[in-house]
């Protein structure tokens, strides 16, 4: 599949149309505190996260519906979750803390697997922590990280669905800025605990 640049222009009758992909974009897009569009940029933030580390980072495109999100540089398979205090439909009040983690089929091409398990080698809990609809959801020092094995959930929660802050703080992971969490990806012990 082609990776777009956002200049691509929409055509009609064969000849460019002024509209430019990245006005789609802009216009579906640009709403970073919905679920669904923070939860791909946490993806895209620690798919970033890798740049500098050798190997090179995997440069592909994210594909939907694979079992698991990211791949690291030394094929670490990675389960990305998001959540933030702050939602673009309310001001009234801060969301709590909540992770799905519960274990799922995995979706290939041929169809689903037939047992439910968790597909990644570890999880990174992304926590995008301001307070105030002034702070930019693009300022990195507002983002927590939380690197956890699979293997610890999967001992700890076996068939547990969400996981709240509280609860994933008990279990250990370690938290990382943007700035350390390529490295805490590649260097934490996938067998502890």
């Known amino acids: 599949m082609k990776q777009y640049t956002g200049n691509e222009e929409f055509t009609l009758r064969g000849e460019n149309s002024g509209i430019r992909l990245a006005d789609f974009w802009r216009w579906a897009y640009s709403d970073l505190l ?21 190997p090179p980072p995997n440069t592909q495109m994210r594909i939907d ?3 698991y ?5 030394s094929g670490r398979r990675i389960e990305v979750k998001s959540a933030a205090y702050l939602q673009s439909w309310t001001r009234d009040y801060y969301s709590k803390i909540i992770f799905d983690i519960a274990p799922k089929r995995a979706c290939p091409e041929t169809g689903y697997s037939p047992e439910c ?3 990644s080698d570890l999880y990174v809990f992304c926590v995008y922590t301001a ?5 930019s959801i693009l300022d990195l020092d507002l983002w927590d990280f939380y690197v956890l094995p699979t ?4 001992q700890k929660c076996p068939q547990q669905k969400t996981i709240g802050l509280q609860s994933l703080m008990a279990l250990g ?13 590649e260097t934490i012990d996938l067998q502890k605990r």
């Open 151 to 154: 293997e610890v959930l999967n």
């Open 117 to 119: 398990i968790r597909h």
């Open 69 to 73: 999100d990211v791949t690291s540089p």
């Open 34 to 54: 919905n679920n669904t569009s923070r939860g791909v940029m946490a993806e895209f933030l620690v798919e970033k996260s890798f740049e500098g580390i050798t």
């Open 65 to 67: 519906w694979m079992p």
């Open 173 to 185: 992971p370690v938290k990382a800025d943007f700035s350390t969490l390529g490295n805490t990806i």
């Open 131 to 135: 307070l105030s609809q002034d702070q």
